[in-house]
T-cell receptor, first 113, second 106 residues
Framework: SAVISQKPSRDICQRGTSLTIQCQVD?????MFWYRQQPGQSLTLIAT?????????ESGFVIDKFPISRPNLTFSTLTVSNMSPEDSSIYLC??????????FGEGSRLTVL | GIQVEQSPPDLILQEGANSTLRCNFS?????LQWFHQNPWGQLINLFY???GTKQNGRLSATTVATERYSLLYISSSQTTDSGVYFC????????FGTGTSLTVIP
């Protein structure tokens, strides 16, 4: 199994600002996934981050709003840009194990005022 | 995408009671996982179970892939079992279910 660390664990932000969430994995992985969980809802995939190429975004998510970096095989960042209260969510980083099982970081709980 | 429905949506149990959570999915899948999300938001892997039956302590899970459902059994529930239980299925990506919110009262 993978050990995944996310920072920050929680933050309170003002609308119009941007926040970058970091995800560090203890082993090299090809794919990293970013999910959003809005209050009381299930998880929705934002994008898949591949090292050395542009992230692949799911329908409803765009790079200008959620830019992603993947500088190496153990690290990724997700930025939530120009935040509004609707962006208040838990953002989760995940990686697949060798047999396809999905592992998650602790999550970053974001509140936008 | 695949539709994943979980039932019941909410469940309140007395400590010590048993329960069964269900996950139905709309298409054939390669993988299926059960997660427990604790009150702090962390997702904890419970089972990776594309088919068959697995047990881990008071928890067990069964997936019948041909009939497109999975069941999670919780026996002798404890207050620490409270939280939201998600199933997730995948073909090319993981699709998460609607969740079951479980509250275990002492």
């Amino acid at each position: 199994s993978a050990v995944i660390s996310q920072k920050p664990s929680r933050d309170i932000c003002q609308r119009g600002t941007s926040l970058t969430i970091q995800c560090q994995v203890d082993s090299q992985v090809t794919m990293m996934f970013w999910y959003r969980q809005q209050p009381g809802q299930s998880l929705t995939l934002i994008a898949t981050a591949n090292q050395g190429s542009e992230a692949t975004y799911e329908s409803g998510f765009v790079i200008d709003k959620f830019p992603i970096s993947r500088p190496n095989l153990t690290f990724s960042t997700l930025t939530v840009s120009n935040m509004s209260p609707e962006d208040s969510s838990i953002y989760l980083c995940s990686v697949p194990g060798s047999d396809g099982e999905l592992f998650f970081g602790e999550g970053s709980r974001l509140t936008v005022l | 995408g695949i539709q994943v429905e979980q039932s019941p949506p909410d469940l309140i149990l007395q400590e010590g009671a048993n329960s069964t959570l269900r996950c139905n999915f709309s298409d054939s899948v390669n993988n299926l996982q059960w997660f427990h999300q604790n009150p702090w938001g962390q997702l904890i892997n419970l089972f990776y179970i594309p088919s068959g039956t697995k047990q881990n302590g008071r928890l067990s899970a069964t997936t019948v892939a041909t009939e497109r459902y999975s069941l999670l059994y919780i026996s002798s529930s404890q207050t620490t079992d409270s939280g939201v239980y998600f199933c997730a299925v995948s073909i090319n990506q993981f699709y998460f279910g609607t969740g079951t919110s479980l509250t275990v009262i002492p």
